[in-house]
Nanobody, 116 residues
Framework: QVQLVESGGGLVQAGGSLRLSCAAS????????MGWYRQAPGKQRELVAT???????NYADSVKGRFTISRDNAKNTVSLQMNSLKPEDTAVYYC??????????WGQGTQVTVSS
């Protein structure tokens, strides 16, 4: 079982920036990909960005050019730099991990609130 711990959420004004971080821990696992999803009130959880162990990235169209995902393979961490934040980015952000064996893990979520 892999545990994920997120940090970095908070309240920011529109146009501001936040950085989310997620650290993975556990016994004997290898990471295939890590990423971030978000869920706004009354909406389904949606992909924000993912990054593979090889560094390939994928972004939702709504965040392209504003958000940047990065990863430290040695520390088993993933970060999401969020710039030019908009009120519609308000959501609970979840860290996600896929192991090379196909296992899935989710973080507990961190709230991001963007005020207009």
């Amino acid at each position: 079982q892999v545990q994920l711990v997120e940090s970095g959420g908070g309240l920011v004004q529109a146009g501001g920036s936040l950085r989310l971080s997620c650290a993975a821990s556990g016994n004997s696992f290898s990471i295939y990909a890590m990423g971030w999803y978000r869920q706004a009130p009354g909406k389904q959880r949606e992909l924000v960005a993912t990054i593979t162990s090889g560094g390939s990235t994928n972004y939702a169209d709504s965040v392209k050019g504003r958000f940047t995902i990065s990863r430290d393979n040695a520390k088993n961490t993933v970060s999401l730099q969020m710039n030019s934040l908009k009120p519609e980015d308000t959501a609970v952000y979840y860290c996600h991990l896929i192991t090379t064996r196909g296992g899935n893990s989710w973080g507990q979520g961190t709230q991001v609130t963007v005020s207009s």
